[in-house]
């Protein structure tokens, strides 16, 4: 026996022997699944396999890359090099430039990309005479997409009465039109996009069975990585070629299904031993990865979902520490409290800033972490995506604050003349923009007065351009009356930014939503902080001033490495840190309040849950706040209830709230004082109505900063403990002034000493 079947564990030892037949191999979290493809394809190319009679599937060209370089270093790289291994779109591929004759394409089709697919659907919307507004390219393409992962033609698409009910439901009955289009045009042009080439491997093999014959004799043996991340076609197209010698071996977690939203369907491996009759099941139960107490905690977790291949993962690791369980009263004390703990473990343990992740359910929540961690010097970075203020949504918002602030402002005006879409093109403005050149004067004084500087347009355009004009005038207009919340959430409203992001449910336009909104939240709280700190009167310039240095600390890259990780927790998927902090445990934000009462979409959140906690090698925190800043105000929020699924004997939970807690001077550690009625957060918190000309569809609203309870000077006293909405629990160190003017120097248990001005503080006391 090779020397690196001895290196294998007896579970995968048996997994890589077993050749025979159809093979499930069931690889819990951190237990060496990757090393069990790898030598599994040594081992058949070491026992009569030829390298080309091999196809293994994997979702990443990574996964592929690293996989064959681990099998050249067992077997050759001439060996290995043979070896058709890739994603499914890539191995289809070929599959397809080789048959393309026998579909009615040429060898040289082209691949259209997302962008070219929006293109061609944005053309045929229009030549249909349909408003792009209601079939938007981008949920047009995601339906089609969707028909075309599920095996469903342009005619099966037309006669499916469900579909057409669902897109009458969304208001947009012609997709099943527009799909049979598109599809046409595919054909005419000789292109197919990513879908199609799953779908057309499919047909190939459904109809034209010599080719199909061909394949099956070619690939002798099929490997598919991730099999629990696989879509009704990826199922099929495997089905369709292992249907004979039924030689074929899967891998996969169906703990780890978390990607339905992008067609996954988990009953492909849970189904499986049905799917193929006298399947062989394996299952690798030892995580190599985390410590015993965060594989135990992991599994009292998941045995909550009904619908699972058991398995009893285990670890020989260390025990390790209890998950640490952490209440913050707001979501601006979780980011401190976050930032806290990783500064005293890279004292107490010496760890390196890469040794941290910060795992969130939405991309909206890494912005209080994001400024958390500059306020204190930490480096980071966002995984798989942009810090918050680069994020397109968030500076096509930042560039109307500008223009309003500066409407001399060039380059914020290119970015928002015709956004959200206005019907003015880009030769309008380049007749502004030579104008403009021409005169040495901005483009917003050409827009003012079209006529002194010559500008030569229809009466359409001009219409155009004056209601554009009057949107921003209106905004200056306000700019220096209202606070910087006030004005950016008219903004935001009346510009239609929150209509355009609103129109459809799409994970896209869901994580725009949810990001202008946490950027409606930042400013809230913005001018909250400014008033307690005694300026009472901030403008959007001064929001702007802050996000400026902001976004220029976004820009340094160097040293990429030594870096914290923030990152949603889909995005963590494969990767492990030696300490994982998985903020937001509140219900509605994970579990998503769009899972509902529906058990499956519930028991994929908890495959998520259980995802985040396993990336954790060493320590494993897990933190929610009372009180969260959503939607354009102040919630209350209840502990998730996936934390009551984890076996309490593996958490440190946090202490009785109704305990308060004085901060020790020297240590800022709190100690037991006196038994106080549990602290709630001012519930007075001002609504105020959208105007009427606002977006209904909207679900920002305005609420008034200072109208939350105020301290009253002279009753609070140094010494006095008091609960601050944001900043939780704090002791008085001093008061000065007098009146308005009246101050208080408090050290808070996690965002340290700050200054408050009483009368815009908001706070009570509390002992």
């Known amino acids: 026996m090779s020397d690196y079947i001895q290196e294998l564990n007896e579970g995968q030892r048996e997994a890589v022997l077993y050749n025979d037949g159809p093979s499930l191999v069931i690889a819990g979290a951190g237990s060496g699944k990757t090393r069990v493809l790898t030598y599994k394809i040594a081992y058949l190319l070491e026992n009569g396999y030829q390298p080309w009679n091999i196809l293994a599937l994997t979702f990443t060209n990574k996964a592929a890359r690293e996989m064959k370089e681990r099998i050249a270093r067992q077997v050759g790289a001439d060996r290995a090099r043979h070896l058709w291994m890739g994603t499914f779109h890539s191995m289809f591929l070929r599959i397809l430039h080789a048959e393309a004759g026998q579909l009615g394409f040429t060898s040289q089709f082209t691949i259209y990309d997302t962008a070219d697919s929006k293109s061609l659907l944005r053309s045929i919307i229009k030549e249909m005479g349909l408003d792009e507004k209601t079939y938007k390219p981008g949920t047009v393409q995601a339906r089609i997409s969707n028909a075309k992962n599920h095996l469903v033609s342009p005619a099966g698409y037309a006669n499916n009465k469900e579909a057409y009910e669902g897109d009458c439901a969304a208001k947009m009955p012609a997709v099943r039109d527009i799909y049979r289009r598109y599809w046409e045009r595919c054909r005419q042009a000789d292109a197919m996009d990513f879908d199609d080439l799953l779908f057309y491997t499919f047909l190939l093999f459904r109809d034209h069975p010599e080719v199909l014959a061909h394949y099956q004799e070619l690939f002798r043996y099929i490997l598919v990585d991730e099999y629990q991340d696989t879509n009704f076609a990826q199922h099929s197209i495997v089905l369709q070629l292992a249907k004979n010698h039924q030689h074929v071996c899967v891998v996969g977690d169906d703990a780890q299904s978390i990607y339905s939203f992008r067609g996954a369907d988990i009953d492909n491996i849970l189904y499986f031993t049905k799917v193929y009759p006298g399947t062989k099941v394996f299952k690798l139960e030892q995580n190599y990865r985390s410590t015993q107490t965060i594989v135990r905690a992991a599994n009292s977790l998941i045995e909550k979902n009904q619908r699972q291949i058991h398995k009893e993962v285990f670890s020989e690791k260390e025990k390790g520490e209890s998950i640490g369980v952490y209440q913050a009263y707001s979501d601006v004390e979780e980011g401190d409290i976050v930032v806290n703990k990783i500064a005293e473990l890279r004292r107490r343990e010496h760890y390196a800033y890469a040794d941290f992740a910060v795992l969130y359910r939405t991309n909206a929540q890494s912005r209080v972490f994001e400024e958390a961690m500059r306020k204190r010097g930490m480096p980071y970075r966002i995984y798989g995506g942009l810090s918050f203020y680069q994020r397109k949504e968030i500076k096509d918002v930042i560039a109307y604050f500008r223009l309003v602030v500066n409407p001399n402002d060039e380059e914020a005006f290119k970015r928002i003349i015709n956004y959200p879409a206005r019907g003015i093109g880009d030769t309008t403005v380049g007749k502004i923009i030579a104008a403009a050149t021409e005169n040495n004067v901005s483009l917003w004084t050409v827009l003012c007065e079209p006529l002194t500087y010559g500008l030569n347009l229809n009466k359409g355009t001009v219409g155009k351009l004056q209601g554009f004009r009057d949107l921003i005038s209106g905004f200056i207009a ?16 009346q510009s239609g930014i929150i209509n355009d992001v609103c129109q459809d449910n799409s994970p896209e336009n869901l994580s725009r939503k949810e990001n202008i909104e946490e950027l409606v939240n930042g400013m809230s709280d913005f001018c909250a902080r ?113 934390l009551k699924d984890i076996d309490a004997r593996f958490l440190h939970l946090p202490q009785d709230a109704v305990v308060s807690r004085r901060i020790d001077a020297e240590a800022g550690a709190f100690r037991p004082r006196q038994q106080i009625i549990s602290p709630t957060v001012p519930r007075n918190l001002k609504r105020v109505t959208p105007s009427a000309g606002s977006s209904s569809s909207s679900s920002l609203s305005s609420s008034s900063v200072s109208s939350s309870s105020k301290a009253v000077p002279g009753i609070v006293q140094p010494g006095q403990l008091i609960e601050h909405e944001r900043f939780g629990l704090g002791e008085v160190l001093k008061v000065e002034g007098e009146g308005d003017n009246a101050k208080a120097t408090i050290r808070f248990k996690n965002a340290g000493d700050k200054q408050l001005l009483l009368r815009f503080a908001r706070f009570k006391v509390i002992g």
């Open 478 to 493: 306000g700019v220096t009356e209202k606070s910087a919340y006030e004005t950016g959430t008219e903004i935001i409203r």
């Open 530 to 642: 400014r008033q307690e700190e005694g300026n009472p009167n901030i403008l959007l310039g001064d929001f702007l001033s802050e996000v400026s240095l902001l976004t220029d600390q976004d820009s340094d890259k160097d040293g990429d490495d030594e870096k914290i990780t923030l990152m949603t927790v889909h995005s963590a998927k494969g990767l492990e840190f030696k300490n994982v902090f998985v903020v937001g445990m509140e219900e509605n934000l994970f579990p998503s309040g769009m899972a509902g009462n529906s058990a499956r979409a519930l028991e994929e959140e908890r495959r998520l849950f259980y995802v985040a906690i396993t990336r954790a090698e060493e320590h494993c925190f897990l933190s929610f706040a009372k009180t969260r800043f959503r939607y354009g105000k102040m919630e209350f929020g209840s502990p998730s209830r996936f």
